[in-house]
């Protein structure tokens, strides 16, 4: 029940493309949903993040869709660049001070140019 | 600020040699995490700390690892005796308990090979 399902596992798009990476969850006492975007070498770092509150949340390129009823919530890049290339997971947690994550598997994303 | 500094950033062994990974979380975050990167598993959490006090060990995989946080600036996972399958990418993270935001901020991690 603590599961987050990632999907796609990669994804290639041209540069200029929406790319979409989609995240299904079981536990509905999860309250808090990031994305976090991890470029070779690199830790992952928050990209975005959303509450069970609002159905969508909007930072520039980056979109978080949300939809309570069927447990899923999905990452939309528009205009996608180059240097959006990375691996995107997208997390869940419960009781937003605690700070356990239970994250996908993670999608790879490249962009063609 | 620096960030979570992670030691050391590579890390070659052998079978059955001792690894002991370093972690220096973000001053003032009373709240750290490790966990492990793979192809296959992908971003397991193997412990986090809150205050200094070990919350949740479930991930941890074995007895042969071992985490401590003896105090606030601190920590280190130690694996013995080591074995090939432990090959990943450690990474440690921390974040501030008050304040209400739920940001881990990860360091670059320690890419682990055990031969």
């Known amino acids: 029940q603590q599961q987050v399902k990632q999907s796609p596992q990669s994804l290639i798009v041209q540069k200029g493309g929406i790319s979409i990476i989609n995240c299904a969850y079981e536990n509905t006492a999860f309250d808090y949903f990031p994305w976090y975007q991890q470029f070779p070498g690199k830790g992952p770092a928050l990209l975005i993040a959303i509450r069970p509150d609002v159905s969508e949340k909007k930072e520039g390129r980056f979109t978080i869709s949300f939809n309570k009823s069927a447990k899923q919530f999905s990452l939309h890049i528009m205009d996608s660049q180059p240097g959006d290339s990375a691996t995107y997971f997208c997390?869940?947690?419960?009781?937003?001070?605690?700070?356990?994550?239970?994250f996908g598997q993670g999608t790879i994303l490249t962009v063609h140019p | 600020d620096a960030g979570v500094i992670q030691s050391p950033r590579h890390e070659v062994t052998e079978m059955g040699q001792e690894v002991t990974l370093r972690c220096k979380p973000i001053?003032?975050?009373?709240?750290l995490f490790w966990y492990r990167q793979t192809m296959m598993r992908g971003l397991e959490l193997l412990i986090y700390f809150n205050n200094n006090v070990p919350i949740d060990d479930s991930g941890m995989p074995e007895d042969r690892f071992s985490a401590k946080m003896p105090n606030a600036s601190f920590s280190t996972l130690k694996i013995q005796p080591s074995e090939p399958r432990d090959s990943a990418v450690y990474f440690c993270?921390?974040?501030?308990?008050?304040?209400?935001?739920?940001?881990?901020?990860f360091g670059p991690g320690t890419r682990l090979t055990v031969l």
């Open positions: 993270a921390s974040r501030p308990l008050a304040g209400g935001a739920n940001e881990q901020f």
């Open positions: 997390a869940a947690s419960k009781g937003h001070s605690y700070g356990k994550l239970t």
């Open positions: 001053s003032g975050h009373n709240s």
